[in-house]
């Protein structure tokens, strides 16, 4: 399986810090993309950083990419209650136009 | 804004029956998808389409069927439902091509008794 891992599984922090979640996957891609998931809704798609990428930006998120290590990060700065939800990495591979997604990243502000 | 819309929220069914599941986005969008998401599994993929009258298995199709007779609808079957088909399925469309984010409705919690 071409499934990526998440890390952590759950992160709990206070409203203001910074979170940062981590995504690793097993084969080369094409780009890679960051969603979110409230409870009990659909995903929703933050940011897609391409292959060729290192860093992107939008907002109060950063993502980065290291494609010699297989992995990206999301950063999310000054955090805020709304931004509690589930974080998902999916991964777009070379040939196909489907996406593989991890497992996800459990993410609840403190207020 | 795209709009996907699953036609029930929550669903029960018993063991044995045949199950629709209706997914219709209204962004004239050629790929559509279907996943189901259990906790600790992340989303795999059942079936996805490209274009009308046209179906791909995914990672899990074992169990499923799909219909897309029109552009704007995918249909995902279960023909005979079992209760390892409890979960949450999600649909999911794009516009063609690579770089595409996908657009997701917000589920149907399928229980099957």
């Known amino acids: 399986s071409q499934q990526g891992e998440e890390d952590p599984q759950a992160l709990s922090i206070q409203e203001g810090e910074n979170a940062t979640m981590n995504c690793s996957y097993k084969?080369?891609?094409?780009?890679l993309q960051w969603y979110r998931q409230n409870s009990g809704r659909g995903l929703v798609h933050l940011i897609l950083?391409?292959?060729?990428?290192r860093e992107k930006h939008s907002g109060r998120l950063r993502v980065t990419l290291d494609t010699s290590k297989k992995s990206s990060s999301l950063l999310i700065t000054a955090s805020r209650a709304a931004d509690t939800a589930s974080y998902f990495c999916?991964?777009?591979?070379?040939?196909?136009?489907?996406?593989?997604f991890g497992t996800g990243t459990r993410l609840t502000i403190i207020p | 804004d795209v709009k996907v819309t699953q036609s029930s929220r929550y669903l029960v069914k018993r063991t044995g029956e045949k199950v629709f599941l209706e997914c219709v986005q209204d962004?004239?969008?050629?790929?559509m998808f279907w996943y189901r998401q259990d906790p600790g599994l992340g989303l795999r993929l059942i079936y996805f389409?490209?274009?009308?009258?046209?179906?791909e298995k995914g990672d899990i199709p074992e169990g499923y069927s799909v219909s897309r007779e029109k552009k704007e609808r995918f249909s995902l079957i279960l023909e005979s439902a079992s209760t390892n088909q409890t979960s949450m399925y999600l649909c999911?469309?794009?516009?063609?091509?690579?770089?595409?984010?996908?657009?997701f409705g917000d589920g149907t919690r399928l229980s099957i008794l």
């Open positions: 389409s490209y274009d009308v009258k046209m179906k």
């Open positions: 999911a469309s794009s516009s063609p091509g690579f770089d595409q984010p996908q657009h």
């Open positions: 084969t080369s891609i094409n780009n």
């Open positions: 999916a991964t777009e591979h070379f040939g196909n136009e489907k996406l593989t």
């Open positions: 950083i391409r292959s060729n990428e």
């Open positions: 962004m004239d969008h050629e790929n």
